[in-house]
């Protein structure tokens, strides 16, 4: 999850707390994921509850959604791709950006990466990543804060799923795109096709038929493509 607007001031560095592991296990139940049931992941039944639970637990603010108790299609996606595909990351360093469930950094790990980071802003979500990875015997490293603006660091695969829901944040994603793909990087994007995913910069690789977690989108099932920078 990354803040909306695409802001940076969002950005939340909390080492990850019992309080936040033990909020996931209590708002969430282990479930295999719809269209990747090797995998399985601490899933919400429902947003709005879980999302009124972190807003009354809150002193002052407001509570980010809760991005990371849903398997949303793109990482479907992009999972499903690299579990199918595991030359991509077998062997390689990658870094997923705005992990949320850590959905895709777990396939890739699974997939043979040598090392997987995933990325993330919100202290629930490091903590879900934290509980998704043990849940599917993987190692993954916890990286916190807003790396939208950086090089990525050196991952030699750079994976974002979901992440093109607003205009100035899907601007910010591309940047991050462009200059991973730019010093050699292998960059992957899953996405559903929203609005402001800038396509004019992207090719298919694959397309799949996705089922999502009814109340997350328009429909149950929707087609999502996994994406490279042209």
Known sequence: MLPRGGGCAAADAMPVTDAAEAFVRAGTRSAPVPFVPELRLHIADEALGLWSQMQRALVRGEAPL???AFPWAGGQALARYLLDHPEVVRGRTALDVGAGSGLVAIAAARAGAARVTANDIDVHARAAIGLNAALNTVSLDLEAGD???SDDGESMVLLVGDLCYEAPLATRVL???????DRGATV??????RP??????????????VPVIAGLEDAAVKRTTVWRVR
């Open 66 to 68: 809760p991005f990371w």
């Open 147 to 149: 790396l939208l603006d």
């Open 175 to 181: 940047g991050l795109l462009q200059r991973a793909h």
């Open 188 to 193: 992957l994007l899953g996405d559903l096709g």
């Open 196 to 209: 402001h995913l800038p396509r004019a910069h992207l090719e298919a690789v694959a397309s799949y038929d």
